[in-house]
């Protein structure tokens, strides 16, 4: 994977204490890259207002994909949830789409957005997964195949006009479930990495970069050789940002065991085997989709453990 030079040197700033290597300072966790196509932010923009101002395509789009819905507009109405809208698409959620809802809505920008996004797949993809495999030691597109890729694809919008305009929370801290996200920006900053040898220390990555960040997946399939990286979005009062993510995670029928010779040991039910991708994003996710609003606890639901302690306990026991 490319150098990540700007962020190295930041986050060495906030690490200068000890004289650490880069992959020692990164934890392989983080890298920028120089991605071969940008977002379309204009269209982005369009389709975001677009849904806002016109609520019958926003119920058909969510329409399309009852479980979860699609457009998310929670902090319409929530003040403590995350302080953003989203669009969250996959390429199976994109097949559910009516036709007549898919052409009012690609004069709106969305065809331009998904062709990005597959472009974005289709070149950077291959190239992320084999960088991550010889770090891992392990061959990951073995659990990654082309024909079932578990791709989603999100866009973010910061927008001022939610129920608390002045939250400085866009986006809770957290670390990403899959293998790898790659988080394009549109020039905003917003986007900060805790240190991995000074948690509690938010580094802030400029709003221009494109950064390639591993997740729980590939900390466990890694036998920890490639770390997960805690992030968060801060917001500016009055200030719009706009982000697009690209998820990659593992065939939700792989199981999420260590490489073998992993040097640190897990839980007895990673070790065996136990652990499907399917049922870690179902049964972890919950708790990320009450930060972001989408899901109320119901009675006694919420036991007060943050979602990465509680994914702690479950990978290392
Ligand atoms: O908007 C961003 O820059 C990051 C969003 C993010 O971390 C997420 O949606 O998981
Ligand atoms: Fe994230």
Redesign the pocket.
């Known amino acids: 994977m490319a150098a990540a030079v700007a962020l190295q040197r930041t986050i060495s700033a906030a690490v200068s204490a000890k004289a650490l290597t880069t992959s020692e300072r990164l934890g392989s966790a983080v890298v920028l890259i120089r991605p071969v196509i940008q977002p379309p932010f204009c269209a982005i923009r369009r389709l975001f207002d677009h849904l806002h101002a016109n609520p019958n395509d926003a119920a058909s789009l969510n329409a399309a994909y009852p479980k979860r819905g699609i457009f998310k507009t929670a902090a319409m109405v929530n003040k403590f949830s995350d302080q ?1 809208f ?1 669009i969250d698409l996959s390429p199976t959620r994109d097949s559910l789409i009516p036709q007549a809802l898919r052409v009012s809505l690609n004069s709106h920008g969305f065809d331009d957005m998904l062709s990005f996004f597959r472009i974005a797949a289709d070149t950077h993809v291959p190239t992320i997964l084999s960088s991550l495999s010889q770090i891992a030691g392990t061959d990951l597109t073995l659990s990654h195949r082309q024909q079932s890729l578990n791709l989603n694809f ?1 866009l ?1 919008d ?1 927008n001022p006009g939610t129920a608390d305009p002045v939250s400085s929370n ?2 809770g801290e ?1 670390t ?1 479930y899959g293998t790898f ?1 790659i ?1 394009f ?1 549109d020039g905003t900053p ?2 900060e990495i805790e240190a991995p040898y000074a948690p509690g220390t938010w580094i802030p990555i400029p709003g221009d970069a494109t ?1 390639v ?1 591993a997740g729980w997946c590939a900390l466990i399939m890694s036998g920890r050789r490639i770390c997960a990286a805690r ?3 801060r917001r500016v009062p009055g200030v719009r ?1 706009l ?1 697009a ?1 690209l ?1 990659v995670a593992p065939d939700l029928d792989a199981k999420l065991k260590p490489t073998a010779g992993a040097p640190v040991n897990f839980s007895q039910k990673i070790m065996d085997g136990d652990i499907s991708v399917e049922w870690f994003k179902e049964v972890m996710g919950k708790k ?1 989709r009450y930060r972001e609003g989408n899901l109320e606890f119901v009675g006694g639901e919420d036991d007060g453990v943050a979602q990465d302690d509680e994914i702690k306990r479950l990978i290392f026991g």
């Open positions: 953003k989203t999100r973010c910061y866009g986006c957290h990403d996200s988080i920006q917003g986007l950064v960040l992030h968060r979005v940002r982000s993510v998820f990320w």
